[in-house]
């Protein structure tokens, strides 16, 4: 089975741009969820899909969004790029009722803002 | 506000010692207790977890004990290995019905041999 997948794996953007990120989860798994890793906050929550509904929002500017399309792949878009907003972008999906909802996370995309 | 406290930072242990991560909570809603491991260049992976309701879990060589009173639990890794130097992080989920993991700050691990 394919794990998640995430494209693209870097991106390098100026600030002031918008960027668009794009996550396929494990097939036959329906939540999908994005976080943001940095060196000073560590993984923090962005936001939480199952079935093209957001469940969740973390404490993100609403620059920060998100969405899932029909077969549960996920995008997340940040507009207006800040130079804060360099990060590892992670993804997430997990299947509702597995195992402990175990998460698997992709590799991430790593965004730099100049 | 940071709900999960992880410690330490960094940690060096000698090939064939015991590392201890330590983590502690404020939310008593949280109800499932992750550990994730981390190389550089890729996505965290799940290590090992347990729920409140246990004290202790193994799995190999890796344990997870939990003193739900006091709020805090905490990976073991006994017998260390140079293959285990990584980034460990301990997450907390609260309730069930949300994927949502608050994690620690991490904790760099360094398996010397």
């Known amino acids: 089975k394919a794990g998640v997948t995430q494209t693209p794996r870097y991106l390098i953007k100026t600030r002031g741009q918008q960027v668009t990120l794009s996550c396929s989860p494990i097939?036959?798994?329906?939540?999908v969820s994005w976080y943001q890793q940095t060196p000073g906050q560590g993984l923090q929550f962005l936001f939480e899909?199952?079935?093209?509904?957001?469940?969740n929002k973390g404490n993100f500017p609403g620059r920060f969004s998100g969405r899932q399309f029909s077969n549960s792949r996920s995008e997340m878009n940040v507009s207006t790029l800040e130079l804060g907003d360099s990060a590892l972008y992670l993804c997430?999906?997990?299947?509702?009722?597995?195992?402990?909802?175990?998460?698997?996370f992709g590799a991430g995309t790593r965004l730099s803002v100049l | 506000q940071q709900q999960v406290k992880q410690s330490p930072q960094s940690l060096i242990v000698q090939k064939g010692g015991i590392s201890i991560i330590n983590c502690a909570y404020e939310n008593t809603a949280f109800d499932y207790f992750p550990w994730y491991q981390q190389f550089p260049g890729k996505g965290p992976a799940l290590l090992i977890a347990i729920r409140p309701d246990v004290s202790e879990k193994k799995e190999g060589r890796f344990t997870i004990s939990f003193n739900k009173s006091a709020k805090q639990f905490s990976l073991h890794i006994m017998d260390s290995q140079p293959g285990d130097s990584a980034t460990y992080f301990c997450?907390?989920?609260?309730?069930?019905?949300?994927?949502?993991?608050?994690f620690g700050k991490g904790t760099k691990l360094s398996v010397i041999p």
């Open positions: 997450a907390a989920r609260r309730g069930a019905g949300s994927y949502q993991l608050t």
């Open positions: 899909y199952f079935s093209e509904t957001q469940r």
């Open positions: 997430a999906s997990s299947f509702k009722g597995g195992a402990q909802n175990i998460q698997y």
């Open positions: 097939s036959g798994h329906r939540s």
